[in-house]
């Protein structure tokens, strides 16, 4: 699979502590190799029937959406982007 990042997604990860974002290169690696992988508590988000989102941390989330063979992340941060993802 292959990634595409948005220009939402490339200005939220230049705010992410350089800390959280090693943290969400992994996950982003994992999420290329295994979407089901545990470490990503993958859930389809409420209310958007193409979005989900993914575990950086506790307190920190990623948002994508599968088109073909690309994995479209869109968001990267607190769970207040939940409410824009």
């Not at 599968?66 to 968001?75: A, F």
Request: aromatic residues 10%; positive net charge; hydrophobic residues 35%.
């Amino acid at each position: 699979m292959k990634l595409y990042l948005t220009d939402s997604f490339k200005h939220d990860y230049k705010r992410l502590s350089p800390s959280i974002q090693k943290i969400l290169d992994k996950k982003l690696l994992i999420l290329i190799e295994n979407l089901k992988h545990p470490s990503l508590r993958i859930k389809k988000m409420q209310g958007h029937d193409f979005i989900w989102e993914g575990s950086i941390t506790k307190k920190f989330r990623f948002t994508f959406q599968i088109e073909s063979d690309v994995c479209v992340i869109r968001r990267a941060g607190t769970h207040d982007i939940l409410e824009n993802p």
